[in-house]
């Protein structure tokens, strides 16, 4: 019970944190030995958790509702691509905002910023979304206004708003009236935007492998 020969006070406790090897993150194997003197113990990013760590940390509103709308783009690995979306590419983008917001010239570098960023693809989609955001509602402004939260006017980001309120069913659900909130305000999307929301919901779980949740 000593580090470098001094020894740790009585109650200590000795946390490593490290990447995987196998996400090529510049580490090596954990030797055998200490392996066997160690708990170890594999955390995960989840979009809930980042989202609320987000609203005390000042992350932008757009990319706030982007994540929203879309949990599987806070993290997409992509060990060839120069750069992808994770959570620390994300607060780049964050902060590219909250610049461009400021500065005209910083504004008119703000699509190969976020491109650089979060990748071609994703970087793509969300200055896409960029554009309709205004004419988004909120989780919030649905839970507690489904009669009169604003209903976007194009059919693809009608579908990208029920595929937002389908991704968070499970948390509105656990608030008072929020399923029936969500409900209500998808009967007002209508059953064409819904239906191809859950389309691509059940997609998306196959694609990861995850057919209980397409289910």
Known sequence: KTFGGIPLASGTRVVAASNRKQDRAGVSEVLGHMKSRMITSHVGVSAPHWLAYAAGAGVDQTVMAYITTKHDALLKVDHKA?????????????????????????????????????????????????????????????????????????????????????SNLQGSAAAAGGFDASCEYMHRLGR????????????????????????
């Not at 309709?132 to 649905?142: A, L, Q, S, V």
Request: hydrophobic share 40%; aromatic share 6%.
């Open 82 to 166: 120069y750069s992808y979306p994770s959570p620390r590419t994300w607060m780049m983008v964050s902060d590219a905002l909250t610049e461009a917001r400021k500065d005209a010239a910083f504004k008119a570098m703000l699509p190969s910023i976020v491109t650089g960023a979060i990748g071609v693809i994703e970087g793509a989609s969300f200055l896409q979304f960029m554009e309709t955001f205004e004419e988004r509602p909120t989780m919030d402004e649905i839970l507690g206004k489904p009669n009169t939260a604003k209903i976007p006017s194009k059919h693809p980001d009608q579908v990208q708003v029920a595929h937002m309120i389908l």
């Open 192 to 215: 064409e935007a819904v239906q191809a929301a859950m389309r691509k919901a059940s997609n998306d779980a196959i694609k990861n492998g995850n057919a209980d949740h397409a289910n």
